[in-house]
């Protein structure tokens, strides 16, 4: 029997617990202002919720994670009920219209409005299952048309099928990845929530696939446990909801997927009210975020160089709010000693985070949060 947390059993580290219902969960899209919360905490409450992975119940899998996984060697015992259920469920998941993300929530914090700042510190991702997977397909990611690879002899014209190659956690802790061959490729795990954001004020459907200043799909691998995101509330509630767990990813996301595979995950939801906090945060492109070692900007555009520009304005703002230095020295220290990543390049909208070390600031004289 493999170890995985089913919904309802096993350990819950939050003041509240929230399954990923089949019947609840958003698939494809993501909570807007008219969406209605599923579970209402305090501030400075920690939630613990389930996430569940789209891969292997997709439509061009078969949406049948029996089948799909069975063909990898994984037994029906094996599989997350939830995961089973949503896939067996009359759901409706259109790929040509739908994003493929499974999204838990939203929950409404009691007292939010428009213009706070909703902080998520993550502080637990247990794996609820030792596999997962990771895709490309439909002429998408970093090589669009040339990969994934036309079979020899494929008609033309007709659409490349996808690659999903089920990838499992080993005795060691690593991920394992088989070459093909009987060989495998091993690498270190670094889970996190590649979809963590409040509603946007619309009434529209919102494409789970495109992130914004609402955060959603940030999919920026240092978001994992000890990060705290923060994101600008904008509506009533901020409705908060997470999805898209990763076991795993690299700076760029190249293939479309990374290892994406379910988490249960434990979240401190706080609420910052006070006025150097929402300033910032208005004058800020999008969320922003921190870990113990280092202050995060996000950069978001579908052009990459416009992500950039976005990402080092940011980075310029920042460091005048935080530490009062001057835009020429900023963007100086910047050029010698801070980092800019691509996030990812395969959601429509692309990312670049930059990275701050709190080390190099930690000399001079900060403002009061």
Not at 16 to 34: C, E, Q, R
């Amino acid at each position: 029997m493999l170890n995985l947390l089913q919904p309802g059993h096993g350990p819950v580290d939050g003041d509240h617990y929230l399954t990923a219902d089949p019947k609840l969960i958003h698939w494809g899209h993501l909570p807007n202002a008219t969406a209605e919360p599923v579970l209402t905490v305090a501030s400075g409450d920690t939630v613990t919720l389930d996430t569940i992975s789209h891969e292997g119940i997709l439509a061009d899998q078969g949406r049948d994670p029996g089948a799909f996984f069975g063909a990898a060697g994984i037994p029906a015992a094996g599989l997350l009920h939830d995961t089973v259920e949503l896939a067996a469920s009359a759901r409706e998941h259109d790929s040509a219209v739908h994003g493929p993300h499974v999204v838990t929530g939203p929950v409404a914090i009691r007292g939010a409005r428009p213009g706070d700042v909703l902080e998520v510190e993550v502080l637990r991702l247990r794996r609820r299952a030792p596999y997962g997977v990771i895709s490309n397909r439909h002429g998408k990611g970093a090589l669009p048309g040339e990969y994934p690879q036309i079979p020899a002899g494929w008609p033309a014209g007709a659409p490349v099928p996808a690659v999903s190659l089920v990838a499992t956690v080993g005795p060691d802790g690593l991920g394992r990845l088989p070459v093909g061959d009987g060989r495998h490729l091993s690498f270190p795990l670094r889970p996190f929530l590649g979809i963590m954001g409040v509603a946007p004020a619309t009434k529209a459907v919102v494409h789970s696939v495109p992130p914004g200043p609402h955060g959603g799909n940030l999919d920026v691998r240092h978001l994992g446990t000890g990060a705290r995101l923060c994101l600008p509330v904008q509506v009533p509630g901020a409705l908060f909801y997470a999805g898209d767990p990763h076991f795993s990813q690299g700076d760029g996301e190249v293939a479309l997927t990374a290892f994406e595979a379910p988490l249960r995950a434990t979240l401190r939801l706080t609420l910052h009210t006070d006025p150097a906090t929402r300033a910032l945060a208005a004058r800020l492109r999008a969320p922003f975020a921190e870990t113990e070692t280092e202050h995060l900007v996000l950069g978001l555009d579908p052009d990459l160089d416009e992500a950039m520009r976005h990402a080092v304005r940011d980075a310029l703002t920042l460091l005048a709010d935080r530490y009062r230095i001057p835009g020429h020295v900023a963007l100086a220290y910047l050029s010698a000693a801070a980092d800019f990543h691509v996030s990812q390049v395969v959601d429509g909208v692309k990312g670049i985070h930059g990275r701050l070390p709190k080390a190099h600031l930690a000399s001079l004289d900060t403002p009061a949060r």
